[in-house]
Nanobody, 123 residues
């Protein structure tokens, strides 16, 4: 069983930065593709970013390219999402996901999900 726990969310002002963390426990973290999704009030969950277990490739939604950076520390079993120049439209619950297969993560079909962390951006 794999468990994911997100942290780092909060109430920030537009233009601020945040780094979200997703701590993974259970099976071998380094063999899993990881991703981040978000869900704003009244909207469907959307893909934000993903990366291979090796960290060799990263993928981003067009709406966040240039402001969001996904990274991982396999020694700490943690994946991060650095968010810069936050905008009010970034307000959402942010979830991390894990799966051995990258395409499943990118498609929102990962086997494992965290409980989410709230990010609220005030204008």
């Amino acid at each position: 069983q794999v468990q994911l726990v997100e942290s780092g969310g909060g109430l920030v002002q537009a233009g601020d930065s945040l780094r979200l963390s997703c701590a993974v426990s259970g099976r071998t973290f380094s063999s899993y593709a990881m991703g981040w999704f978000r869900q704003a009030p009244g909207k469907e969950r959307e893909f934000v970013a993903a990366m291979r277990w090796s960290g060799s490739s990263t993928y981003y939604a067009d709406s966040v390219k240039g402001r969001f950076t996904i990274s991982r520390d396999n020694a700490k079993n943690t994946v991060y999402l650095q968010i810069n120049s936050l905008k009010p439209e970034d307000t959402a619950v942010y979830y991390c996901a894990a799966d051995p297969r990258l395409h499943r993560v990118r498609e929102g079909r990962g086997d494992y999900w965290g409980q989410g962390t709230q990010v609220t951006v005030s204008s």
